[in-house]
């Protein structure tokens, strides 16, 4: 059994910042790739920021030179700091985890981010 979850989200004034956090927790669990995904209300689930089992990173357009997401080394923790923060960015905010070895994807709660004045 795998757990994902994630915390850190609330409301923020435009242009403010903000960090999230995601932990993949589980017995003798070893994680490959993990990202964060976001979905705003009607919209669709879209990935936002990812990083794989070999340390690369990506970045969706809408959040590149804003965003920074971090995983600590040998470890199931992933961070996403949001910078400059817009009401576009107003989302749930979902973690992804792959199990190594098995290919299966965990998601977390959710977590919901409100960027707003």
């Known amino acids: 059994q795998v757990q994902v979850v994630e915390s850190g989200g609330g409301l923020v004034q435009p242009g403010g910042s903000m960090t999230l956090s995601c932990t993949a927790s589980?017995?003798?669990?070893?994680?490959?790739?993990m990202a964060w995904y976001r979905q705003a209300p009607g919209k669709a689930r879209d990935l936002v920021a990812h990083v794989t089992s070999l340390g690369k990173i990506g970045y969706d357009d809408s959040v590149k030179g804003r965003f920074i997401v971090v995983r600590e080394n040998g470890e199931n923790t992933l961070y996403l700091q949001m910078n400059d923060l817009k009401p576009e960015d107003t989302a749930v905010y979902y973690c992804?985890?792959?199990?190594?070895?098995?290919?299966?994807?965990?998601w977390g709660q959710g977590t919901q981010v409100t960027v707003s004045s």
């Open positions: 589980g017995s003798m669990v070893r994680v490959s790739a």
């Open positions: 992804l985890a792959v199990v190594a070895g098995q290919g299966t994807p965990y």
